[in-house]
Nanobody
Framework: QVQLVESGGGLVHPGGSLRLSCAAS????????MGWYRQAPGKERELVAA???????NYADSVKGRFTISRDNAKNTVYLQMNSLKSEDTAVYYC?????????????WGQGTQVTVSS
């Protein structure tokens, strides 16, 4: 099993910044992808950004130019730097990791961290 521990959520004013972190431990594999999803009240969970173990990134159109995903492979940690935050970014943010194991794809989720953008 993979354990994901998230940190960095909170309350911020519009235009502000936050940095989320997610550290992975347990049965992890070298070929993997880590990412952040979010779910606002009454909405479906959506992909925010993802990064592969090789460094390729993917962003939702709504966050391009404002959010940056990065990772430290030595620490098995992924980061999401969120700048120019808007009220519509308010959601619970979930860390996700996909490990390409010998038995196939294993997807793991963190517990979620609340991000609230409000004046």
């Amino acid at each position: 099993q993979v354990q994901l521990v998230e940190s960095g959520g909170g309350l911020v004013h519009p235009g502000g910044s936050l940095r989320l972190s997610c550290a992975a431990s347990g049965s992890i594999f070298p070929i993997n992808a880590m990412g952040w999803y979010r779910q606002a009240p009454g909405k479906e969970r959506e992909l925010v950004a993802a990064i592969t173990s090789g460094g390729s990134t993917n962003y939702a159109d709504s966050v391009k130019g404002r959010f940056t995903i990065s990772r430290d492979n030595a620490k098995n940690t992924v980061y999401l730097q969120m700048n120019s935050l808007k009220s519509e970014d308010t959601a619970v943010y979930y860390c996700n990791r996909k490990d390409y194991s010998d038995d196939g794809l294993v997807s793991s989720w963190g517990q979620g961290t609340q991000v609230t953008v409000s004046s």
